[in-house]
């Protein structure tokens, strides 16, 4: 049989499927294609989630309070697919006004506060977590925020449940992944050679030279006193007689957390001429792992800062060095700077010695005699280590010596000092 042009004769098992007219109109009007190509392409892009999105997620909101002020040490938790670049948005119900925030960059408009991740903490993997804090300040009321929005899903204490996941059918080309560590580099040698040689233990001469055997009571007296910076709460501090690193006796501080249970022991000599190095040595031993949460354990006044202190503790698990007056931190608190530092170990005596150059930018750390590179400033910006420090170039000139126990979230610790030296050479372990 002959066919008409166009046409084509099925084969007898072949049904014919009638065309849409749509089809056929398309066919004979060309200029309607490239309208019907976005009509089709238009429902499978709505359909694809996006790569950042959170499906569910939990949250935790930990607030340290005071008469005018607080902390709040915040932890969200991904339960859904792996994301990678997170924002958290919340609304006081007070009227509170943040200050100043940690691992995440936090602004706020009225009541409502965004914190986006900090670069080196974008990726949150399934189960994973992100944690960053607030310091703010309230006059009326504090409530604490029941409801964080994870990159716009709603995370409560109780977690939300992850969404059903779409039904068309993912890319089959992945998303590119996330990377594991953050893109700086970190230094691969210290900054400079540390000394091959330790130097001497003793502290005759020195201006601070103490092991504590002096004291008879039960409170620290002498050249020793109380003291409490900011406010005071249920920290003590106390002359311990059964632990000791050298003789009979050290200073045992019972520190706790949250912002007014504050709790340091102050030398009553004078540092303020010391230099142009001051050396300090001290031998510490405490009960908990240094947390998350910024603490502080050594507090000095320091006249560059208008007497605001330059303080020596641990955030992410690690020793750092802070900056009151700016909230600048020795090593940057990011993945490649925290591993530059180094934990202070529980349960035994470390000695922790210092050098700080009243004159330049360098500051030196050892724990135990070993240098610890991420503890160091040597006036040359370096990366994850001391960059953000060195923004500000004025050298620090601390006046007096305070150790014991400051908490600006959660975190309780127990510490003992003993063998506490301060003077203008070096003095060893």
Known sequence: MWLSCGEQQLPPHVQEVPVRATSRRLLVRPWLWPVAAVALLLPALVALPSAHAATGCSMTYTVNEWTGGFTAQIKLTNLGPAISG????????????????????????GTAVTATDAGYNASIPTNG????????????????????????????????????PPTTTPPTTPTTTPPTTPPTTPPTTPPTTPPTSAPPAGCSGAV?????????????????????????????????????????RSIRVDGHAGYCNHMFVASTKDLSSVGPVLYIRMWVRHTTALPAAHVAFVSMPDSSQAGKALRIGGQNGA??????SDDATLPAQSPAGVAQSAPLP??????????????????ETWLNDQD??????????????????????????????????????????????????????PIGC
Not at 86 to 109: C, E, F, L
Not at 137 to 142: C, I, K, L, P, V
């Open 346 to 363: 529980t349960g035994s005596w470390q000695c922790l010695r210092f050098a700080i150059n009243t004159t330049k930018p360098d500051l």
């Open 86 to 109: 997170w924002k958290a948005t919340w609304s006081y119900q007070g009227d509170q006004h943040i200050t100043s925030g940690w691992n995440a960059t936090v602004s706020q408009s």
């Open 208 to 248: 601070i030279c103490s092991d504590f055997e002096d004291q008879t009571g039960s409170a620290p007296s002498g050249q020793w006193t109380t003291a409490a910076p900011d406010c005071s709460g249920s920290g003590t501090a106390t002359v311990d007689t059964s632990v000791a690193h050298s003789g009979t």
């Open 319 to 324: 020793l750092q060095w802070n900056r009151e």
């Open 372 to 425: 610890v590179p991420g503890l160091r400033v040597d006036g040359v910006p370096t990366a994850d280590i001391d960059q953000q420090w060195l923004s500000r170039t004025t050298p620090p000139r601390p006046t007096a010596l305070r150790f014991g126990w400051e908490s600006y979230g959660t975190g309780d610790d127990t510490l003992w000092f003993d063998d506490v030296a301060a003077g203008t050479s």
């Open 129 to 164: 977590s992100a944690d960053f804090g607030v310091q703010g300040t309230w006059s009326s009321a504090d409530p604490s925020p029941t409801v964080i929005n994870l990159n716009g899903t709603a995370c409560t204490a109780n977690g939300t449940p992850p969404t059903t």
